[in-house]
Each structure stands twice: as structure tokens, then as C-alpha cells.
């Protein structure tokens, strides 16, 4: 069920070249999608909405770790991944480690790339990889009031 919708990167390699051939856009994001909220949900929809499979990579615990700090991630990659896999505007899953998504993206080759608002597309890891290969880069714009990090600093001030 949702445990089938979580790949390797070489499985879901040969899943996009599948889709690629089909005629079918490929959208790529990626997070950490700690603690999921509307913020989340949102954006993914309207990243899903781009194009017509949305692959989303997923960043690993020890790699939330090295970002966030020592307490995070809150809820572990296998129960992220599982959340991640059951929404039905996301199409596969797929966990990664390296510090960016830079060699994943290269990987996928993904037709449009996805980050929010919170970015410029000139600083957008693999940016540069998706245009030269006649894709596009887009930003997002983030619901404001949410984020992992102020739910965890309103859970803390309970």
C-alpha cells in the first residue's frame, strides 16, 4: 500500500523513465517534512499540480539530524516516508543522505523542479541540471504561521 510507493533511487529511476515515456511531467521536491502540517500539504498539492507525477525526496534522520540539530527529526524517516507515500498527490518517495539533492535530481531528471517561496531559483540545489536539460524551476509560496520548528517551540511551551 503506502510502503509501495517508497523507492531506491534506482527503482524510481526506472519508474520516472517509465513515466518520461508515457509523455508524462515529472515534478521533483524535497524535505525534511518532520512534523506535517497544512504548510506541507499545501505546498505539495501546488507542487503536484505542475505537472502530472510528483516524486518527492525525502532527506534521511542522520541527514535532518546534521540540518536541524541534535533533537530533530522528531518522527523517524521509515514513519515520514510511510506519511509522505499516503498522500495521493505524491507519487513515489525516495530517502536520501548526501548533504543536497543535487545527485538524486541527476538521477530522476526530473521535468520541473519545486522548492518554496523561502528560495530564489538562482540558489536552488540542481536548478542549473533541470534548465539545461529543457526543464523549469519554480518556487512556491509558503503558508504563513507554519513550520516544524514553531510547533515544536508551542508543543515545548505547553
Given at each position: 500500500m503506502t510502503a509501495s510507493k517508497i523507492h531506491t533511487r534506482?527503482?524510481?529511476a526506472q519508474i520516472v523513465q517509465q513515466w518520461h515515456n508515457e509523455g508524462q511531467k515529472v515534478v521533483f521536491t524535497n524535505g525534511c517534512f518532520d512534523i506535517v502540517h497544512l504548510g506541507h500539504i499545501?505546498?505539495?498539492e501546488k507542487a503536484r499540480a505542475l505537472g502530472d507525477k510528483l516524486v518527492l525526496g525525502l532527506n534521511t534522520d542522520a541527514s535532518v539530524n546534521r540540518l536541524k540539530?541534535?533533537?530533530r527529526p522528531v518522527v523517524n524517516e521509515y514513519a515520514r516516508a510511510r506519511m509522505m507515500a499516503a498522500f495521493g498527490f505524491v507519487d513515489t518517495v525516495i530517502l536520501f543522505d548526501e548533504?543536497?539533492?543535487l545527485e538524486?535530481?541527476?538521477t530522476i531528471c526530473p521535468d520541473i523542479l519545486v522548492k518554496g517561496d523561502d528560495y530564489t531559483v538562482?540558489?536552488?540545489v540542481g536548478a542549473d541540471f533541470v534548465v539545461s536539460r529543457g526543464g523549469v524551476?519554480?518556487?512556491?509560496p509558503l503558508v504563513k504561521g507554519y513550520s516544524t520548528t514553531s510547533l515544536i517551540q508551542k508543543i515545548k511551551a505547553l
Open positions: 534506482e527503482e524510481a499545501d505546498y505539495l540539530g541534535p533533537t548533504p543536497t539533492p538524486l535530481i541527476q538562482e540558489n536552488i524551476v519554480k518556487t512556491i
